[in-house]
């Protein structure tokens, strides 16, 4: 059963939050996610970012054509999320040194450090040939894998506050070198346990994002828990409305 849309709408006025929240959903598309959009060619999956403002909803389809001739989107996209055909063995060399790849890119010192992170970096078992990747709709609750707030600094410091009110897991909300699309699931997915990731830190993809926007993905029952914030939280205290005061007088 899904959270009412009420607490919902209570936690975006309490956060101030006018972007909507993006679900990732996994089975096939329908009419109940309005306007369609698929995926094509090379294209990243936040180059998107603007139609999911309109609230249409990005539709994810399996691998086709590999690496060297994509037809379904950002390869690296599609193996993130589970639809790919694994990396192209000249991947580690791609992130780091360019020998034997088309390019080298210089994220990891050597290709070893690289290939480790690939080697851990085990993709999601989507149930379907499909994913989904627009605004929330609750009436498919069952269907989202994760659900994303893109937030300024001021209200990812508040969702990274509330989703930490009822733990002293230090290491509940995770930060981690990752591919923008890597942290809206895979990460979720592979901790095997409640967390919470900070996206958007990929700089690849953060060209289709505002300066400001940062991404914060849960997993539903960490949402979940986090709608049933008391009255009693910071979110109805001095320091977090002293901040959106003093936030909104300088606009």
């Known amino acids: ?137 609750l009436e498919r609750w069952e269907n989202i894998r994760s659900l994303s707030f893109l937030v300024d600094p001021d209200r990812l410091s508040a969702l990274m506050t509330l989703a930490a009110y009822w733990s002293s897991d230090p290491e509940l909300i995770l930060a981690t070198f990752s591919s923008g699309c890597g942290l809206l699931w895979r990460e979720l997915e592979n901790s095997n346990r409640e967390r919470a990731v900070i996206g958007g830190t990929d700089f690849a993809m953060r060209k289709y994002l505002p300066a400001d926007i940062l991404i914060f993905s849960v997993t539903p029952p960490l949402l979940e828990k986090m709608l049933t914030y008391p009255e009693e939280s910071f979110l109805n205290k001095s320091w977090w409305n002293d901040l959106m005061k003093i936030r909104g007088r300088s606009r």
């Open 1 to 137: 059963m899904s959270p009412p849309a009420a607490s919902v709408e209570r936690l975006r006025k309490a956060l101030r939050l006018d972007t909507p929240l993006i679900a990732l959903y996994d089975c096939p598309p329908s009419e109940d996610f309005g306007k369609l959009v698929r995926a094509s060619g090379r294209s990243c999956c936040f180059a998107y970012y603007k139609r999911w403002l309109k609230g249409e909803t990005l539709v994810i389809e399996r691998d086709q054509g590999g690496f060297s001739d994509p037809q379904n989107g950002c390869p690296g996209a599609q193996n993130a999320f589970g639809l790919g055909r694994g990396y192209p063995p000249y991947m580690a060399h791609f992130l780091t040194d360019g020998e034997g790849a088309p390019m080298g890119e210089g994220l990891k010192a050597t290709p070893s450090l690289a290939q480790s992170f690939l080697d851990r970096a085990r993709p999601p078992r989507p149930s379907s040939n499909t994913l989904l990747l627009g605004p929330l709709r």
